[in-house]
């Protein structure tokens, strides 16, 4: 700072009814980028309506309240006094020690960060099967651009984040020689199984990058989307709406075998059971008195197989449970079976837990203790208003685990278990 700035500013910073005046002035450079616009206080006092004017060319009558003056007759002033050689700039700067960053100068360094962003997803990307889907989308602004862009906006962090995660479920999904199933995959790369779901933007993206490469166009169809998916041998979610079972059978008042559901018993097949479906049926059982449940139906889907060969009940009751899926349950329960159930380590999995138990108290929970969760690696953090509704969980076991959870603030899924549940079922003789 030279000696006739660092004047200036001493003058200006001696006289408290300068304040107010260069807070304005700051805010119109910010604004405009330059000795732009009008400075205006509504409430100003006679000490700084006469500040104002024993700087401003040409002079102006301000008497309280109002203060009114053109940015650029104040800068006009300013050079007409010892201070000459001070431009109104350099006086603002040093005045608040700060750089002033103009509202173009803000666009241009946004648009070179967006670039740089954009560029770096590229490069991380160059090679791999998303690259025509990022070239595309950044060069079209198509194919899901304005969804990157709004998460980039909220966190350019986040959003470098969300793009790799794409990069690589692409990758491994059109890779595999075997289909994958989506909740697995979702889990497998970012530890949250409902990460691609395409109620989110993950998954909702995840759709336009598979289309634009595939060249299978969204049509919004859900035989389309079928088709997107298994271009890349994806396998969603498609059995969901009624509880899932395998190895569940059902009679009627009569205890005569409901021959459909037997066949699929028989078979070691997975049946569909709706609530119209046991309008008639009125006892369930099955061979070996054991029965697994499970609220997510990928994880079902991963054991289905193990649980025919093993001979043993399986059922899906898909998230909250309907009641379809309760009366199975209570059925089974009052024919004596064994039952384990396993859930999410969430607040809602183990409200439903917790509540399916206090239905019916022959139930066990099936890995869901304090040690299964440590285990795991934790995944979203969980919002204070889903988290308090861990302080209602009564069944020990769950209350030891619900514990812990609202220790870390953190969820943990069931998918992430399927080979332990899978060793369970194997054995029939769970922990």
């Known amino acids: 700072m030279n000696d006739e700035l660092e004047q200036c500013v001493a003058f200006f910073r001696s006289k408290p009814q300068y304040k107010r005046i260069m807070q304005c002035i700051y805010k119109n450079f910010v604004s405009y980028g330059g000795p732009s616009g009008n400075v205006i206080i509504k409430d100003a006092s006679a000490e700084e309506c006469n500040a104002a004017n024993g700087i401003i060319t040409p002079k102006r009558p301000y008497s309280p309240p109002l203060l009114k003056f053109r940015l650029s007759d104040f800068e006009r002033g300013l050079s007409n006094t ?114 691609f779901d395409k109620s989110n933007t993950a998954g909702r993206l995840l759709l336009q990058g598979m289309s634009c490469i595939s060249g299978i166009m969204q049509t919004g169809a859900s035989e389309t989307e079928k088709e997107i998916y298994a271009a890349f041998n994806i396998e969603p979610d498609n059995i969901s709406g009624a509880a899932a079972a395998v190895g569940v059978r059902l009679f009627d008042e009569n205890h005569k075998e409901h021959p459909g559901y037997g066949y699929f018993a028989d078979n070691g097949e997975v049946c569909l059971i709706s609530v119209s479906g046991l309008s008639k049926i009125r006892y369930a059982d099955c061979d070996r008195k054991t029965a697994y449940i499970v609220e997510n139906p990928m994880v079902f889907s991963a054991l289905s197989d193990i649980a025919a060969e093993s001979n043993v009940c399986l059922i899906c ?63 979203d953090t969980i919002s204070e208003k889903r988290i308090k509704i861990l302080e209602s969980i009564s069944n020990p076991i769950l209350k030891k685990t619900a514990e812990a959870i609202l220790s870390s603030g953190k969820s943990a899924y069931q998918e992430l278990l399927i080979e332990n549940l899978a060793k369970d079922i194997i054995k029939i003789n769970p922990e």
């Open 82 to 195: 010892r201070f000459g050689s001070v431009s109104l700039q350099q006086l603002t700067e040093a005045y608040f020690n700060t750089r002033i960053v103009g509202s173009k100068e803000k666009k241009l360094n946004r648009e070179q960060l967006r670039q740089s962003f954009q560029e770096n997803i590229l490069l991380k990307s160059k090679g791999s099967i998303s690259e025509k889907w990022f070239r595309e989308m950044f060069s079209s602004q198509n194919y899901g651009y304005r969804s990157v862009m709004a998460e980039y906006k909220i966190s350019p962090e986040k959003a470098e984040t969300l793009m790799l995660y794409l990069k690589d479920a692409l990758e491994i999904s059109y890779e595999s020689s075997l289909p994958v199933q989506l909740a697995v995959l979702s889990a497998r790369i970012t530890g949250n199984p409902h990460y």
């Open 317 to 379: 009751t898909f998230g909250q449970i309907k009641y379809s899926g309760l009366k199975l349950i209570d059925m089974l329960a009052k024919s004596g079976c064994r039952i384990f159930y396993s859930g999410d380590f969430d607040p809602e999995g183990l409200q439903i837990a917790d509540k399916l138990i206090s239905r019916n108290s022959c139930i066990i929970p099936w890995h869901m203790s304090v040690d299964d969760y440590i285990s795991l690696e934790k995944s």
